[in-house]
C-alpha cells in the first residue's frame, strides 16, 4: 500500500511540475522547443520507477492540461509527439542493428515533425507559423528539419542518461529502500 501511495505522489507531482514547465515555456517564445524537453526528462522517474502503464497515464494527463492551459500550440504538440518518445524507446534500444535504432529514431522525429507543422497550418490554420515557412528555401526548411532530427538525438541521450542518474543517485534521496 505504501508503495502504491509513493508511486501516485510521484506521478502527481512530477506531472504537475511538466505543466509548469511547459506552462512557462509557452509565455517565454524561445523555450519554445526547450521547454517540452524538459517536460519529457521530468517524467523519465515516473517510468524508471512506476513503469510504461503509469507513465502513459501521466503522459496523457500532462498532455491534456498543456492542450488546456498552455498558450502556445507548437510547444504543446512538439510535447505530445515527443512526448511520447521515452515511452516507445525501450522497443527501439531492443532493435538489433544501431543503424536500423538510429533510422527508428530519425524517422520518428521527421514523421512527427512534420505531422505537427501540418495540423498548425492546415489543421489549426495558424497564419503566423504558415508565414514563417512561407519565405523559407527549400534549404532553409531542410536545414531545420536536420537540426531538430540533432536535438532529437541529443534528447534521446539526455533521458538515457538521466534515467541512469535517477536510478544511482536521486531515487534513493527520494525513496528509501
Given at each position: 500500500?505504501?508503495?502504491?501511495?509513493?508511486?501516485?505522489?510521484?506521478?502527481?507531482?512530477?506531472?504537475?511540475?511538466?505543466?509548469?514547465?511547459?506552462?512557462?515555456?509557452?509565455?517565454?517564445?524561445?523555450?519554445?522547443y526547450?521547454?517540452?524537453?524538459?517536460?519529457?526528462?521530468?517524467?523519465?522517474?515516473?517510468?524508471?520507477?512506476?513503469?510504461?502503464?503509469?507513465?502513459?497515464?501521466?503522459?496523457?494527463?500532462?498532455?491534456?492540461?498543456?492542450?488546456?492551459?498552455?498558450?502556445?500550440?507548437?510547444?504543446?504538440?512538439?510535447?505530445?509527439?515527443?512526448?511520447?518518445?521515452?515511452?516507445?524507446?525501450?522497443?527501439?534500444?531492443?532493435?538489433?542493428?544501431?543503424?536500423?535504432?538510429?533510422?527508428?529514431?530519425?524517422?520518428?522525429?521527421?514523421l512527427?515533425?512534420?505531422?505537427?507543422?501540418?495540423?498548425?497550418i492546415?489543421?489549426?490554420?495558424?497564419?503566423?507559423?504558415?508565414?514563417?515557412?512561407?519565405?523559407?528555401?527549400?534549404?532553409?526548411?531542410?536545414?531545420?528539419?536536420?537540426?531538430?532530427?540533432?536535438?532529437?538525438?541529443?534528447?534521446?541521450?539526455?533521458?538515457?542518461?538521466?534515467?541512469i542518474?535517477?536510478?544511482?543517485?536521486?531515487?534513493?534521496?527520494?525513496?528509501?529502500?
Amino acid at each position: 500500500m505504501r508503495r502504491k501511495s509513493q508511486e501516485m505522489a510521484l506521478c502527481g507531482v512530477l506531472s504537475a511540475l511538466a505543466v509548469v514547465i511547459l506552462f512557462l515555456g509557452g509565455l517565454i517564445p524561445p523555450a519554445t522547443y526547450c521547454a517540452p524537453m524538459a517536460a519529457i526528462v521530468v517524467l523519465v522517474p515516473i517510468l524508471v520507477d512506476c513503469g510504461p502503464k503509469m507513465a502513459g497515464t501521466s503522459w496523457a494527463a500532462v498532455s491534456l492540461l498543456a492542450m488546456l492551459l498552455v498558450p502556445n500550440w507548437e510547444l504543446t504538440l512538439f510535447y505530445v509527439f515527443f512526448g511520447l518518445y521515452p515511452l516507445l524507446r525501450a522497443r527501439v534500444q531492443a532493435l538489433p542493428s544501431p543503424a536500423l535504432r538510429l533510422l527508428c529514431k530519425l524517422g520518428y522525429c521527421t514523421l512527427s515533425t512534420l505531422a505537427i507543422y501540418v495540423l498548425l497550418i492546415f489543421l489549426m490554420g495558424l497564419e503566423a507559423v504558415a508565414a514563417d515557412f512561407q519565405g523559407l528555401s527549400l534549404f532553409m526548411a531542410l536545414s531545420m528539419l536536420v537540426l531538430d532530427n540533432v536535438n532529437f538525438l541529443l534528447l534521446d541521450a539526455l533521458v538515457e542518461r538521466f534515467s541512469i542518474v535517477w536510478e544511482t543517485r536521486l531515487r534513493k534521496r527520494f525513496f528509501s529502500r
